[in-house]
């Protein structure tokens, strides 16, 4: 008897501890994973967007879709190529290229962010209302390595969308503007 | 140390680690892979819609299909499209899992394990052509070549036939089991008995105000059944007529006889005889708006109405009833076809339905039969036939006896869909090179020496005259959306290609580089054509509207009347359909029916297929037996029971749906499962109907009597639940699973 007593009173303190314990690795995972999700991926190739936006190539020479389309775009092999064969040919991660290049090989890019699939985006209005590449991708021209600066849940959407004319706001804040 | 941990403390801790391991945060990496060459005009995120042909069963409808970066990611029907008028049916939307099928065929391979092996090592094209074209040159006798094809499209069909006429090759068979369920020959020979023309004939269901269909699962499976539904959504909410009535004759009740205003439970094999009885009392009786009947008379001459009502277990005042709604009304028609087919006497039933046609002065009349119109130029002026079992059984006659030395198989797959009395397997080992030309290893590939995989029809070009057609001459077009996943290589270039290498005559017979410009020379036919829906300035403009259009129709309706040149001229008779097996040893009758996802079988690789439900059954991804509550009782078999099921020449198991829509002396069971080979999703997953059905008797000649076989069933005593979305549960409430 005396022993299940004890048994009683220990797991009466032991729970609350396990609770606290659980809901701290809850929070902890949370964080490591907003974490991870800001962290770049690691790429084919080491591909340096710094070094591309000081020798002056507008953000939209590679990207050229997201004027037309929901997508930027990666560019095409070719299009790396095209450049290349003149500039920077004897780089090791230049080298990379031409080797899928020669392999007739698309290069397999790590997308740096990701929408999820109940969202439809579309760069082009928003390039059409003006908004810049950075407002969205940060000062991209000023990383070695591209990374995600912002998580773009959907209240950070929401607060732009919010910040427009009134006009506009019944139409940009309607569920069936992102979500069809 | 000393602490022992009890089983209670090993299990929380076990269950807290795997809730940490849980919690490890998981974010989704996509690698965005683009084009190492990117086609001009190309727009990634953009898709783009190419119009091409459904190729998943013979009906030939017109499809678009979205791409987005070079890939295609959906199908949807063509909206121009004078065939099926935008829709689709969930076989046609299936059409992406052929196309991005694990189980494909990467490149060609010769069995090196020997045949039946199932060991296959790649070989390049070069040595396969060089193969094949030592084989045909070493041919003593050209007569030694044979080739078997599935419906294939018009275009490889008109490239196939005049290799081997200019050869000297016998003309191809053409059979697959899908069109042989539907009666595809047999309509035919009704159509060249009746009108001359060995065309199928044109059932104008959307005008028609009261359609009697025997046999035919027009809504489903028979023949064009997207275009049908659409004809039968325009006959229900007709404009002028009102709603148009629907009685459907079929000893099962499928999702047509379902959507039937009513459905009459005939005895398997008497539908003819119905058709005679109703004639009968029409021209006794002097019915209808049509005129007098007094010509006719001399075709019922012999019918005795009584007899008829007793054969078919129908009262005559029930007969009297239907002959009065089918002839009381303007526009009535009868349409033969489906397992009506399937019976000894289908010849004198399918007569006995089109006579009721004739009698009601239905030929060439709106809501009536046509035949079609042909397409105005030589190239498409003869489109594939459809071979009968005689043909078939005559080729495996011819391979037995070691009379042929190479056969080329495309499209079909005999060994799984013939019955195994055809002995086709048997047949084909006496034959020293056999070549597939199948995407995928299926039961026949697997017992050739070289598979030559062909695109599937998402990579591939073509063009189908479409047969049954709609209310005017269609080519639906067919061209690549995508490009060759794999390294595989379109079977009319291959002949192209062996062509020129064999030289000569041949080579002058077939002159094309390729099939695009045999098909680009074939467009050109129809340029500057006045019936033509869109023309161009050149031949190349009017190749490239083909293209968008995704084929070829004329701008308006062109029907045209068929004559009844052949009509019976004496008293028309329908025997008693003969069954195989005792009635006391083997008490019901077999009722093989074309699955409405799996068709005969070439479905079962596409899960989505697979999962789809059947619409009266809601049964899938195995093979059930429909039985009667009635004889269920009877036997004290329910839900879910495993059977066998015993006919005079084989048996199989299978699980059991107790379907009160079945007829009790009747069972049925669905095509499509049972494949011992056809990749991951089609094998160990039910059974093959076809091994239980006998050859007809001897005294029917070469019939492909599917419905003329008698089964007994005995309970094994498993029970293996079928994956069903609800069921009956015998109290008449449906549960939802």
Same mark, same amino acid.
């Given at each position: 008897m005396g022993q299940d007593r004890t048994r009683t009173v220990r797991s009466r303190i032991l729970w609350p501890f396990l609770m606290i314990a659980i809901l701290l690795m809850v929070v902890f995972a949370v964080l490591i994973s907003r974490q991870i999700a800001t962290a770049?991926?690691?790429?084919? /190739?080491?591909?340096?967007?710094?070094?591309?936006? #000081?020798?002056?190539? #507008?953000?939209?020479?590679?990207?050229?879709?997201?004027?037309?389309?929901?997508?930027?775009? /990666?560019?095409?092999?070719?299009?790396?190529?095209?450049?290349? &064969?003149? /500039?920077?040919?004897?780089?090791?991660?230049?080298?990379?290229?031409?080797?899928?290049? #020669?392999?007739?090989?698309?290069?397999?890019? &790590?997308?740096?962010?990701?929408?999820?699939?109940?969202?439809?985006?579309?760069?082009?209005?928003?390039?059409?209302?003006?908004?810049?590449?950075?407002?969205?991708?940060?000062?991209?021209?000023?990383?070695?390595?591209?990374?995600? /600066?912002?998580?773009?849940?959907?209240?950070?959407?929401?607060?732009?969308?919010?910040?427009?004319?009134? #006009?506009?706001?019944?139409?940009?804040?309607?569920?069936?503007?992102?979500?069809? | 140390m000393g602490k022992e941990i009890s089983r209670r403390t090993f299990l929380k801790v076990a269950a807290g680690a795997a809730t940490a391991s849980g919690l490890i945060p998981q974010v989704r990496r996509i690698a965005l892979e683009p084009f190492v060459r990117p086609p001009e005009e190309e727009l990634p995120g953009r898709a783009t819609w190419f119009a091409s042909t459904c190729r998943q069963c013979p009906a030939g409808c017109g499809i678009i299909v979205r791409v987005i970066n070079g890939r295609a990611r959906k199908i949807e029907g063509n909206p121009n499209h004078p065939l099926n008028h935008g829709k689709l049916c969930a076989r046609g939307q299936a059409g992406l899992q052929v196309l991005y099928n694990p189980d494909r065929l990467h490149n060609a391979v010769r069995q090196s394990g020997g045949r039946g092996s199932r060991i296959f090592s790649p070989i390049p094209w070069s040595e396969a052509l060089d193969e094949l074209t030592a084989a045909l040159q070493s041919l003593r006798d050209p007569q030694a070549l044979a080739v078997l094809a599935g419906q294939p499209s018009d275009h490889l069909y008109t490239i196939l036939a005049s290799f081997l006429e200019v050869v000297g090759a016998p003309p191809a068979v053409i059979f697959d089991l899908h069109t042989a369920l539907d009666g595809r020959a047999e309509c035919a020979s009704l159509s060249s008995r009746w009108f001359g023309e060995h065309q199928l004939p044109i059932y104008d269901l959307a005008h028609a105000q009261v359609v009697f269909s025997f046999g035919a699962n027009l809504l489903e499976t028979w023949m064009s059944p997207v275009a049908q539904s659409v004809a039968y959504g325009q006959m229900r909410q007709s404009r002028l007529g009102g709603r148009g009535v629907f009685v459907q004759f079929e000893p099962r009740l499928s999702a047509t006889g379902a959507s039937a205003d009513e459905w009459i439970p005939v005895p398997p094999g008497t539908e003819g005889i119905i058709a005679l009885a109703l004639g009968r009392i029409i021209v006794e009786e002097n019915l209808g708006r049509a005129g007098k009947h007094s010509d006719h008379a001399h075709l019922y001459r012999n019918v005795s109405v009584a007899d008829a009502a007793q054969a078919c277990g129908l009262p005559v005042e029930e007969l009297r009833r239907l002959a009065h709604l089918f002839a009381e009304t303007d526009r009535p028609l009868a349409i033969p076809g489906g397992q009506l087919t399937g019976h000894t006497n289908s010849k004198q039933a399918m007569d006995a339905v089109m006579a009721l046609n004739v009698i009601m002065r239905r030929l060439g009349r709106h809501g009536g039969v046509f035949t079609p119109q042909p397409v105005p130029a030589e190239r498409f002026a003869s489109p594939a036939p459809t071979s009968n079992l005689t043909e078939i059984l005559d080729l495996v006659e011819r391979m037995r006896s070691g009379d042929i030395e190479i056969f080329l198989i495309h499209g079909a797959n005999p060994i799984y869909e013939l019955p195994a009395w055809v002995g086709f397997k048997e047949a084909l080992e006496e034959v020293p090179l056999v070549i597939s030309f199948s995407p995928f290893v299926d039961e026949t590939a697997v017992q050739a020496d070289l598979i030559l995989p062909d695109h599937t029809y998402l990579e591939g070009w073509g063009y189908q005259v479409v047969s049954p057609g709609a209310d005017r001459p269609i080519i639906s077009g067919q061209q690549p959306v995508t490009q060759p996943l794999h390294d595989t290589r379109s079977t009319a270039d291959i002949l192209l290609s062996l062509a020129s290498r064999l030289g000569g005559a041949v080579a002058r017979a077939l002159p094309w580089e390729d099939e695009a410009g045999f098909l680009e020379e074939s467009s050109a036919q129809l340029h500057d054509n006045s019936i033509s829906t869109y023309d161009a300035r050149t031949p190349a403009g009017f190749w490239s509207l083909w293209r968008q259009h995704g084929g070829w129709w004329s701008k308006r309706a062109i029907k045209r009347e068929p004559e009844a040149v052949g009509m019976p001229k004496g008293a028309m008779a329908v025997p008693a359909a003969a069954f195989q097996g005792d009635k006391g040893t083997y008490p019901f009758h077999l009722m093989p029916y074309s699955s409405l996802t799996l068709s005969d079988g070439r479905g079962a690789n596409q899960p989505w297929l697979q999962e789809a439900p059947d619409p009266m059954t809601t049964a899938r991804w195995n093979t059930w037996i429909e039985i009667n509550p009635e004889s269920a009782r009877s036997l004290a078999i329910k839900d879910n029971d495993m059977v066998r099921v015993t006919s005079a020449y084989g048996s199989l198991q299978a699980a059991v749906v107790v379907y009160p829509g079945i007829r009790p002396d009747t069972v049925a069971i669905p095509t499509g499962q049972g494949h011992s080979d056809y990749g991951r999703f089609a094998t160990t997953r039910g059974a093959n109907v076809m091994d239980l059905l006998t050859p007809s008797p001897a005294e029917q000649g070469n019939k492909f009597a599917f419905c003329a076989t008698r089964v007994r069933i005995e309970k094994v005593g498993q029970v293996k639940p079928l994956a069903r979305l609800e069921d009956l549960d015998g109290e008449g409430r449906e549960s939802i699973r």
């Open positions: 770049a991926p690691e790429q084919p /190739i080491a591909f340096k967007h710094q070094v591309h936006a #000081e020798a002056e190539v #507008e953000c939209l020479f590679c990207h050229p879709n997201a004027l037309r389309s929901d997508i930027a775009g /990666i560019p095409s092999v070719a299009r790396c190529v095209g450049c290349h &064969q003149t /500039i920077a040919n004897d780089s090791p991660n230049v080298k990379l290229v031409f080797d899928y290049w #020669e392999r007739n090989e698309p290069i397999p890019w &790590q997308a740096v962010n990701n929408m999820p699939d109940f969202v439809f985006f579309s760069h082009q209005p928003h390039l059409g209302a003006g908004v810049t590449c950075e407002t969205c991708h940060g000062n991209v021209g000023e990383m070695v390595v591209v990374k995600p /600066i912002i998580s773009m849940d959907m209240g950070w959407c929401l607060d732009c969308h919010l910040d427009q004319p009134q #006009e506009n706001v019944a139409r940009l804040t309607d569920c069936l503007a992102c979500h069809k | -």
